[in-house]
Nanobody, 119 residues
Framework: VHLVASGGGSVQAGGSLRLSCVASECTHRLYSAGWFRQTPGKEREGVAHIASGGALTYYDESVKGRFTASLDNVKNTLYLQMNSLKPEDSAMYYC?????????????WGQGTQVTVSS
């Protein structure tokens, strides 16, 4: 099972986007998952993670106060609401299941979604 991200696009600085993420197998329930991003030549980095129904969260310092991760248990979908976007947020965004409180990814990487923020 891998997770598939969608919802990326091109926006101007200050704009917003909402990314979505679902499991490749719809019967696979999401309980702890998060978002990562990668730019060419750099390692993939963790951005925002959520577990235990939202009781546990992690946000990279660079996105605190601007990005919000959420997990819709009914739709079994992970979201990333991105506000006040900056050019440095431009990257390929991926989602993955994560170990709660450790926040490292588990499982195979799925399709990412490109976010491009212009100044």
């Amino acid at each position: 099972v891998h997770l598939v991200a969608s919802g990326g696009g091109s926006v101007q600085a200050g704009g917003s986007l909402r990314l979505s993420c679902v499991a490749s197998e719809c019967t696979h329930r999401l309980y702890s998952a998060g978002w990562f991003r990668q730019t060419p030549g750099k390692e993939r980095e963790g951005v925002a993670h959520i577990a235990s129904g939202g009781a546990l969260t992690y946000y990279d310092e660079s996105v605190k106060g601007r990005f919000t991760a959420s997990l819709d248990n009914v739709k079994n979908t992970l979201y990333l609401q991105m506000n006040s976007l900056k050019p440095e947020d431009s990257a390929m965004y991926y989602c993955a299941e994560v170990v709660p409180n450790k926040w490292y990814p588990v499982g195979d990487w799925g399709q990412g979604t490109q976010v491009t923020v212009s100044s």
